[in-house]
């Protein structure tokens, strides 16, 4: 499952021009000289679109241990800085022009005449994070971030076998008109990158809080545009064709979620596609280590700051039940090796551990047991991907995604709907015990009252 292909191909200019120097560095030997260069083009023909029946502080995680030694001359330390203050070692990026034309369909993006939000920060062990009354992004937003999200966008291509999953290949290949396509948290731009050099004749907008997208090294089709996307966002009504988001679910609440999911329905396209992809956070197979600070103490400390770790089980229900509601949809999964099984699992394990060291000072500190009294410190995050190579350990990663309907006012019916057969009922129930046993999530039962019949569901 995690050994590539050993032939060499070309990588993406544009997907990897975001990579630091370190980064670039770190590309060019193994194992990620080979993984990424067949990951970058060695996929099957994407799915094409299926026939219609009638009818707090924090964005995504921290580099691998082998990159961290910078970081630890400050730690301890911590300051208050704001984006004009860059602490990174590469060259700043200058802020992105507010997008306001150049793209085919100048009605898709609301016209912006404030300027881009201003940031605070928090040094803190030598990371930068987010100061934000409203924000839970409790990972870093700097350099080795950054790097560490281009690798886990070659990571996921690879265990999913492209870059996408919802059937929109024709869709953004066609010529007759432009497709208008968002990646929301875009982070430092990677899929739109990429997406933006495969299909030339649509359009990409990367949208995100903080600027990590890059501003002049982009194909002319892509645009990115730094805004709250906790606040409403910046598109027309019944604009876009096709919304991604990935990695997300770690830094919003339910609430802001909920929220999100309303503004997507809003701007998509009736029978345009939604995707979120995410990573279910608890362990499988666990370690001791793994399953009581990784497992059981973080997942709490997160969930204490309104974070629900195992959201992602619940994707395509929540896609469901989201009101209007989305049809069609579909959930696929993969589980990865953490730190085993050839090059995949090798590349997964530094991904993750990158993220428990990056994870925010006061969520690491809170995660002491009389056990671990330091909690998740770097050694002891270490010692658990050792252990996760000796058990064979592993982490799910889901793709889910469904459409906008054909009359927005009218709900998913097949689900939600009082009148909903008995048979549609047996049939999401078959399906949800085909899919394989996976923990019960850490939340009470109260907190999702609006989907408490369908926790365990979702539709392949």
């Known amino acids: 499952m995690g050994n590539a292909p050993s032939q060499q191909f070309p990588i993406n200019d544009a997907a990897t021009s975001t990579l630091s120097a370190r980064g670039q560095q770190r590309l060019s030997h193994a194992p990620y000289v080979n993984f990424f260069e067949v990951a970058a083009v060695n996929q099957p023909p994407p799915p094409t ?48 022009p507010r997008m306001n034309s150049g793209f085919s369909d100048s009605s898709t993006l609301v016209p912006l005449t404030d300027p881009p939000p201003k940031l605070d920060f928090a040094m803190l062990d030598g990371r930068r994070y987010l100061i934000h009354p409203e924000a839970r992004f ?9 790097d560490r999200i281009v690798i886990m966008h070659f990571m996921l291509k690879y265990a999913f076998n492209s870059s996408f999953k919802a059937p929109v290949a024709d869709l953004l290949g066609r010529t007759t008109s432009r497709s208008q396509v968002l990646d929301i948290g875009c982070g430092p731009g990677t899929w739109v990158l990429e997406m933006a050099s495969d299909f030339p004749h649509a359009d990409f907008y ?64 009736p029978l345009g ?123 799910t990663w889901y793709a889910c995604y469904g459409q906008k309907p054909a009359n927005s006012s009218v709900t998913n019916l097949a689900i939600t709907g009082p009148a909903a057969s008995a048979d549609t009922q047996r049939r999401v129930s078959h399906k949800t015990a085909a899919a394989g046993s996976v923990p019960p999530p850490i939340v009470e039962e109260t907190a999702w009252e609006s989907i408490n019949d369908f926790v365990d569901g979702y539709v392949d």
């Not at 009818?55 to 030694?69: I, K, P």
């Open 138 to 146: 409790f990972l870093p937003f700097d350099d080795d971030e950054s």
């Open 49 to 96: 679109r299926p026939k219609k029946k009638p009818a707090t502080s924090m964005s995504s995680g921290g580099r691998t241990n082998s990159s961290r030694s910078s970081s630890k001359s400050s730690q301890g330390s911590a300051s208050s800085v704001t984006t004009s203050a860059r602490s990174d070692k590469r060259p700043s990026r200058s802020m992105p």
């Open 273 to 395: 596609y939604i995707e979120l992809v995410d990573v279910e956070y608890r362990v499988q197979r666990p370690g001791p280590i793994a399953e009581q600070l990784l497992n059981q103490k973080l997942a709490e400390t997160m969930l204490n700051n309104d974070i629900d770790f195992q959201l992602c089980y619940h994707l395509s229900t929540l896609l469901m039940t989201q009101q209007p509601g989305f049809v069609d949809v579909h959930q696929d999964r993969v589980t990865i090796p953490l730190g085993w099984g050839g090059q995949l699992g090798h590349i997964h394990g530094q991904t993750m551990e990158g993220f428990y060291q990056s994870l925010h000072r006061s969520i690491r500190q809170a995660t002491c047991t009389p056990e671990y009294p330091e909690g998740l410190v770097d050694s002891t995050i270490q010692e658990a991907m050792m252990e996760c190579q000796k058990y064979q350990s592993h982490c």
């Open 206 to 269: 990367g949208i995100d809080l903080c600027p990590m997208f890059p501003n002049s090294i982009k194909p002319s089709n892509a645009r990115f545009l730094q805004h709250d996307i906790l606040d409403t966002l910046p598109f027309s009504d019944n604009s876009l064709d096709y919304i991604h988001m990935r990695v997300m679910l770690s830094n919003l609440t339910q609430t802001q979620l909920t929220r999100l999911l309303g503004e997507v329905n809003r701007i998509l396209k």
